[in-house]
């Protein structure tokens, strides 16, 4: 069963700053297609970002990008607005849909 | 466009069933995959299970034998059924859309629903 680290744990950054999130599997992730983030904010569900490691979800701006392949995959915001605070999961796509334990995105 | 609510009890005492209902609206529960994720608190997120259009189900091995996903076709619902609860089993319950085709996601989630186990 494929465990996902992700790295760093918390990220302390200024508006206006890039923001680059690390997710590592445990083993090969057999697609391109299996690898997805989501964004979750205080009291809120979960909102999907990317899908296929690096298809932006319906509404997502384009500050929001996805790459990776293998077992190293990455989220990167490129300048971070004020609304992107939260926490940010990756998650392998197909059973089981394992979450990795999620980096927060903290106001520096 | 589609949304999904969850609703249940909010408290169930320990060795109880947990049962939650997800209603979809705006989509029909047989085009698609459903799942139901939880979250303990101050903790992440652990998938718990999906059924699909076909009415497969699969579960998270830790969960395995005490767990159940069914779909009720004529209210377009989804159920979850959490056998011999723990005060472990304290969480928010969400459920949501897996896709299949084109985007590989969950793509819509309901707002979810807080239970505690506590007798």
């Known amino acids: 069963e494929i465990v996902l680290t992700q790295s760093p744990g918390t990220l302390s950054l200024s508006p206006g700053e890039r923001a680059t999130l690390s997710c590592r599997a445990s083993?090969?992730?057999?697609?391109?297609?299996?690898l997805a983030w989501y964004q979750q904010k205080p009291g809120l569900a979960p909102r999907l970002l990317i899908s296929?490691?690096?298809k932006r979800a319906t509404g997502i701006p384009d500050r929001f990008s996805g790459s990776g392949s293998g077992t190293d995959f990455t989220l990167t915001i490129s300048r971070l607005e004020p609304e992107d605070f939260g926490v940010y999961y990756c998650?392998?796509?197909?059973?089981?849909?394992?979450f990795g334990p999620g980096t927060k995105v903290e106001l520096k | 466009q589609v949304q999904l609510q969850e609703s249940g009890p909010g408290l169930v005492k320990p060795s109880e069933t947990l049962s939650l209902t997800c209603t979809v609206s705006?989509?029909?529960?047989?085009?698609?995959?459903w799942s139901w994720i939880r979250q303990s608190p101050g903790k992440g997120l652990e998938w718990i299970g999906f059924?699909?259009?076909?009415?497969?189900?699969k579960y998270t091995s830790s969960l395995e034998s005490r767990v159940t996903i069914s779909a009720d076709t004529s209210k377009n619902q989804v159920d979850l059924k959490l056998r011999s609860v723990t005060a472990a089993d304290t969480a928010v319950y969400y459920c949501?859309?897996?896709?299949?085709?084109?985007?590989?996601?969950?793509?819509?989630w309901g707002q979810g629903t807080t239970v505690t186990v506590s007798s």
């Open positions: 059924i699909s259009f076909t009415g497969t189900t």
């Open positions: 949501a859309r897996i896709m299949v085709e084109g985007v590989h996601g969950m793509d819509v």
């Open positions: 296929d490691t690096s």
């Open positions: 998650q392998r796509y197909g059973s089981p849909f394992t």
């Open positions: 083993q090969s992730v057999p697609s391109s297609s299996y």
């Open positions: 705006g989509a029909s529960i047989s085009s698609y995959y």
